[in-house]
């Protein structure tokens, strides 16, 4: 990561990557929020709101989406889309500590691969994708866009994850799942079964609980 970057957000989740930028030795110009308030580390200005990224041009640094999601990914992904629509670039973060295979992973735009995740080979993770605190995605996962997988979730060999899905903390997808887009697998769930776009599902093993919208 050469340019400079800015973190959209000033919340939980934009802490946690500035933090690992830092460690990384990566330059932040700053983080926005609409909350005049809002704080992140000693030495990372507050630049005012969202709009104060238009003051820099898209060819001059690269934007971190620091919005993390419970349950609802839609607002990463609008502001994800709203950015590279005015051309600008996102960048991935890559905690130090977490484990990413050499062997044919391959990441999209804006990925996000926190402390002490592990990614396996044959990974394929679209763009602005969470992999939090502690998750696995183990091999030849197919992990699409605006995809969220909390922290200590497992995603066993072999899975398709659609766009837009929300895997809670501590929740185990089965290997060789499919899930459609849009759906919500709860804390602490178990998947066994395959599971329709749009869908919500928890326990053990998971069960629907609503479907469609």
């Known amino acids: 990561m050469s340019k400079p970057v800015i973190i959209l957000g000033g919340g939980g989740h934009a802490r946690v990557l500035a933090e690992s930028l830092l460690r990384t030795g990566h330059e932040i110009l700053g983080f926005t929020d609409p909350d005049s308030k809002a704080q992140l580390f000693d030495g990372v200005p507050h630049l005012g709101s969202d709009e104060a990224v238009l003051e820099h041009q898209p060819d001059e640094s690269l934007l971190v989406n620091g919005l993390g999601s419970v349950g609802d990914t839609s607002a990463r992904r609008k502001l994800f889309s709203s950015f590279t629509e005015k051309n600008y670039r996102f960048a991935g973060v890559t905690h130090p500590g977490a484990i990413v295979s050499h062997l044919d992973v391959e990441t999209g735009q804006g990925c996000q691969i926190l402390a002490g995740a592990v990614i396996n080979p044959g990974t394929r993770l ?74 919500l599902v928890a326990g053990v093993p998971g069960k629907v609980k609503r479907s469609g919208a």
């Open 126 to 199: 679209g763009d602005n994708v969470i992999v939090n605190t502690g998750a696995v995605v183990e091999h030849d996962c197919l992990i699409g866009n605006h995809v969220h997988i909390s922290p200590g979730a497992v995603v066993c060999g072999g899975c398709s994850i659609g766009a837009d899905v929300h895997i809670g903390a501590g929740a185990v997808i089965i290997q060789g799942m499919i899930i459609g887009h849009g759906t919500i697998v709860a804390a602490g769930s178990v998947v066994i079964e395959n599971v329709e776009p749009l869908t």
